[in-house]
């Protein structure tokens, strides 16, 4: 993901930030996200959850962190460093094209079009065509491996003031302990152990999970 030429970019579907399906040779891609902020650069404290941009950097510190506790349970992320005119610009698909701007500082910039922080206000630029990005592998296609979608009991409401069932019910945990897959089987010890990675990590997102067929 860091040395193979860039063949085709195109912007990923779906989500509510930017992100870049990256096409390698040999059919190899990869899902990049643009450094958006400097590392040292804190999310205000008023924010509320979701309304700030993902670090591509925090993809590449989960990944590490992730073989650190033994789960290898998080696809392998890495950095990489683009020239923006060669390695997205000439390879972009047109919808992306369109997007490309020079800033008034001559930075070569773009916005895709997406939920949020999708404009020229909060483009992504290049200083003046270089950009930093994370690259996390993709997971074999479906009809290779199979893999079935679940909704996570735990996951949060999505809503200023509503709180989800489980905040609410003291009950709750021994509801889902009789259900299956959670009344059998080691399911929702992996469910805590991804509870605690979650925690270590800042994660507030975890609203789905997927399980290999």
């Given at each position: 993901m860091i040395k193979l030429p860039i063949q085709h970019v195109v912007q990923k579907e779906g989500g509510?930030?930017?992100?870049?399906?990256?096409?390698?040779?040999?059919?190899?891609?990869?899902?990049?996200?643009?450094m958006r902020f400097p590392r040292d650069q804190q999310t205000l404290p008023n924010h509320f959850y979701f309304t700030d941009y993902e670090r591509h950097n925090a993809e590449i510190a989960a990944f590490h962190l992730d073989r650190i506790?033994?789960?290898?349970?998080?696809?392998?992320?890495?950095?990489?460093?683009?020239?923006?005119?060669?390695?997205?610009?000439?390879?972009?698909?047109?919808?992306?094209?369109?997007?490309?701007?020079?800033?008034?500082s001559s930075?070569?910039?773009?916005?895709?079009?997406?939920?949020y922080y999708c404009d020229t206000s909060h483009a992504i630029c290049g200083n003046p065509d270089m950009l930093?990005?994370?690259?996390a592998a993709f997971?074999?296609?479906?009809?290779?491996?199979?893999?079935?979608?679940?909704?996570h009991p735990w996951r949060r409401s999505y809503h200023k003031r509503?709180?989800?069932?489980?905040?609410?019910?003291?009950?709750y945990c021994s509801m889902v302990r009789d259900i299956p897959p959670y009344d059998d089987?080691?399911?929702?010890?992996?469910?805590?152990?991804?509870?605690?990675?979650d925690f270590l990590i800042g994660n507030m997102d975890r609203h789905h999970y997927e399980t290999f067929k």
């Open positions: 509510t930030q930017l992100k870049l399906m990256i096409e390698y040779p040999n059919d190899v891609k990869a899902l990049m996200k643009p506790l033994g789960f290898r349970r998080a696809m392998p992320v890495t950095g990489r460093l683009l020239n923006i005119t060669t390695e997205i610009y000439q390879v972009a698909d047109d919808n992306l094209l369109k997007t490309f701007f020079v800033s008034p930075n070569l910039c773009f916005h895709g079009k997406c939920s930093e990005g994370s690259f997971l074999p296609a479906f009809d290779q491996t199979g893999r079935k979608v679940w909704r509503r709180k989800a069932q489980w905040e609410t019910d003291a009950s089987g080691r399911r929702l010890l992996d469910l805590m152990d991804m509870s605690v990675f």
